[in-house]
Nanobody, 117 residues
Framework: QVQLVESGGGLVQAGGSLRLSCAAS????????MAWSRQAPGKQRELVAH???????NYADSVKGRFTISRDNAKNTVYLQMNNLKPEDTAVYYC???????????WGQGTQVTVSS
């Protein structure tokens, strides 16, 4: 079955950087839109960034200019480079693979990112 495994989270000081990785099993990666979302305690999950199978990207306004999503189809891996981190970026970050026409929407277990002030 399809699995998405996130890694790279941790504790970082404001202004620092982290790179999250998501490794996908199965054969869906190359045809899927890949996305990163985040959820802070007591708040709704929000979409942070997504990247299409063709490499087109989009970002939430709150992270534009600071975060970069990328993918390596040969490695079945999607990345989120997070620079100039702010305390409000603190959340559990989730990897997501979806294909609307295929009717699937897979999620990883999440990785904690904590940014200290």
């Amino acid at each position: 079955q399809v699995q998405l495994v996130e890694s790279g989270g941790g504790l970082v000081q404001a202004g620092g950087s982290l790179r999250l990785s998501c490794a996908a099993s199965g054969s869906i990666f190359s045809i899927s839109v890949m996305a990163w979302s985040r959820q802070a305690p007591g708040k709704q999950r929000e979409l942070v960034a997504h990247i299409t199978s063709g490499g087109s990207t989009n970002y939430a306004d709150s992270v534009k200019g600071r975060f970069t999503i990328s993918r390596d189809n040969a490695k079945n891996t999607v990345y989120l480079q997070m620079n100039n981190l702010k305390p409000e970026d603190t959340a559990v970050y989730y990897c997501n693979a979806y294909y609307v026409l295929g009717g699937y929407d897979y999620w990883g277990q999440g990785t904690q990112v904590t940014v200290s002030s």
